[in-house]
């Protein structure tokens, strides 16, 4: 009897181990991923709640929520939560969209990052890039592809012995399954060795869904030449730079300007400090009644300040 209540007891400890360790993996790999029905999630409604009071108290104003448009959940572990909301609000009876970034950790504390008018409600959320050769275009936050990634790292680590960390997902292709089978080709920005880079990495799995690391090389893939690379899913980063450079340039000219639509976002990272980015955003702008389409370069720093780099008028597309 005794044997049976210590075999049962180790066995609830492994179990709780398991379930700790599973839960402390990080969700969708540090890719935000939209919420799908963010109006019936408690924990968006509770952020937005949140977010709503705290800007409310911050800015001395009647701020009311009207209605939540959007949602995104980041990395999270142990029940933490890292979101991104776009919001249709009142403040002081006028109407506006707001984009707010709000953070819960494993105890239900909430912390306000960040809150900008913006123009999220109009934002894309599926990133698509072109196919080349016989692997065609995959979703950025698929399972399979994170799991792709999560087992060439492991591999890659116990080839190389360096410690690799996986940053985000920058482009993910694959080869149609077969009988189980499927291929991956994955861009991913990553940290091997405290150094922040990006690796595209072959990966194949079996129909016993083992993975395979076939290649790993380590480069700038989905860049541009002048190392940009286009941003096309809801993201906070990009559109809380354009905001910012439409306010600042409005202030500088005492001119003001407004966002019509955003055709281009792209971003550069920055080697040296993983917090810091450079923004480029192409978009149409209001000026004086008239239309224009401006090309604006945004920088900002570890600590989250911007600085708008240069604004000037351009032929810049989608």
Request: hydrophobic share 40%.
């Amino acid at each position: 009897m005794k044997k049976s209540l210590q075999t049962a007891f180790l066995l609830s400890v492994f179990t709780a181990i398991f379930a700790l360790a599973v839960s402390a993996q990080p969700y969708g790999s540090g890719v935000y991923k939209a919420v799908d029905k963010p109006k019936e999630d408690a924990g968006v409604g509770l952020a937005a709640d949140f977010a709503v009071k705290e800007q409310s108290a911050k800015s001395n104003k009647d701020i009311k929520l009207a209605e939540i448009l959007k949602a995104a959940d980041g990395a999270a572990k142990l029940g933490a939560r890292n979101l991104q909301l776009c919001l249709n609000v009142t403040t002081d009876t006028k109407s506006s969209t707001v984009q707010a970034i709000v953070s819960m950790d494993q105890y239900s504390n909430f912390k306000l990052h960040g809150w900008s008018k913006s123009t999220c409600a109009g934002s894309g959320i599926s990133p698509a890039f072109k196919p080349t050769t016989d692997y065609v275009a995959g979703e950025i936050d698929g399972i399979g592809a994170d799991l792709a990634a999560q087992n060439a790292i492991i591999q890659q680590s116990e080839k190389t012995k360096a410690k690799i960390t996986f940053g985000e997902m920058i482009k993910v292709e694959y080869k149609e399954p077969k009988m189980g089978w499927a291929d991956f080709r994955l861009c991913m920005s990553v940290i091997n060795n405290g150094k922040s880079g990006r690796a595209q990495v072959l990966v194949s799995k079996d129909q016993y869904q083992n993975y395979k690391l076939k290649s790993w090389t380590d480069g700038r893939c989905g860049e541009s030449a002048d190392g940009f690379t286009k941003v096309e899913q809801f993201m906070a980063g990009v559109d809380l730079a354009a905001d910012f450079a439409v306010m600042k340039h409005s202030k500088d000219t005492g001119i003001e300007h407004k966002i019509v639509e955003i055709l281009k976002r792209e971003e550069k990272g920055d080697e040296t400090n993983l917090m810091a980015a450079t923004y480029r955003i192409c978009m149409k702008i209001s000026e004086e009644g008239k239309t224009e389409v401006i090309q604006a370069v945004v920088s900002k720093d570890g600590y989250s300040n911007h600085k708008l780099v240069s604004w000037e008028h351009s032929k810049c597309t989608k």
